[in-house]
């Protein structure tokens, strides 16, 4: 079946820093490729998402490209702020059914 | 935007909860996951113009329900202390869709 995998955290950064997270996947078809980030005490919100091999989604500074030969979703930033401390998911999903998520990565960023 | 209610619930081993979600306004499309501590959401089951259009890896002791405003209830019956989550309601403008929008979550604890 379908999986996520990302990189285990927590990731602790300063601010400015270049942030990278780890994201891969197994799944049947062409899924779309998601990243949600959840602030404490909140739903998830919808960060950028790809639905095609070599798509790049982009939104707030972060960058994920779609790399289908290497099954990946890698999240960037090139500049991280004390406000994009969060845990961030990525997710996967055939046609808006059966999202998986994986399991999240936590994100601290230090003045 | 998405709601659910209510914020925090208590239940004892072996009782029955009702929870629910109002969908975001023209969605017709409700999903529910369970985010136990520490993970990330599991799908649950979807609901599409008020039939069950999906389900993920979970007993029929949880069940829901979709109603004519497209808002929706997940009942969860025989409550395990393993049931204590953050349960999350999605919605989308259609099944095949694949953005959607999350509500802030109930959280449920089993005691």
């Known amino acids: 079946g379908n999986s996520v995998t990302q990189m285990e955290g927590p990731v602790t950064l300063s601010e400015e820093a270049f942030l990278t997270i780890n994201c891969t996947y197994t799944a049947t078809g062409y899924p779309s490729l998601f990243w949600y980030v959840q602030y404490p005490g909140e739903g998830l919100q919808l960060l950028l998402k790809?639905?095609?091999?070599?798509d790049k989604g982009s939104n707030k500074g972060f960058e994920a490209t779609y790399r289908k030969e290497t099954t990946s979703f890698h999240l960037e930033k090139g500049s991280v702020q004390v406000s994009d401390s969060a845990v961030y998911f990525c997710?996967?999903?055939?046609?808006?059914?059966?999202?998986?998520f994986g399991p999240g990565t936590r994100l601290s960023v230090l003045p | 935007g998405v709601t659910q209610s209510p914020t925090h619930l208590i239940k004892t081993r072996g009782q029955q909860v009702t929870l629910r979600c109002s969908s975001q306004s023209g969605h017709n499309t409700v999903s529910w996951y369970q985010q136990a501590l520490g993970q990330g959401p599991q799908f649950i089951f979807q609901?599409?113009?008020?039939?069950?259009?999906g389900r993920g890896n979970f007993p029929p002791r949880f069940s829901g329900l979709q109603f004519p405003n497209d808002s929706s209830e997940l009942n969860v019956n025989a409550l395990e202390l393993d049931d204590s989550a953050l349960y999350l309601c999605?919605?989308?403008?259609?099944?095949?869709?694949?953005?959607?929008?999350f509500g802030p979550g109930t959280r449920l604890t089993v005691l």
């Open positions: 790809a639905t095609k091999a070599d």
């Open positions: 997710a996967l999903s055939n046609y808006g059914q059966n999202f998986v």
């Open positions: 609901y599409y113009r008020k039939e069950e259009n």
């Open positions: 999605a919605s989308s403008v259609d099944s095949g869709t694949d953005t959607q929008y």
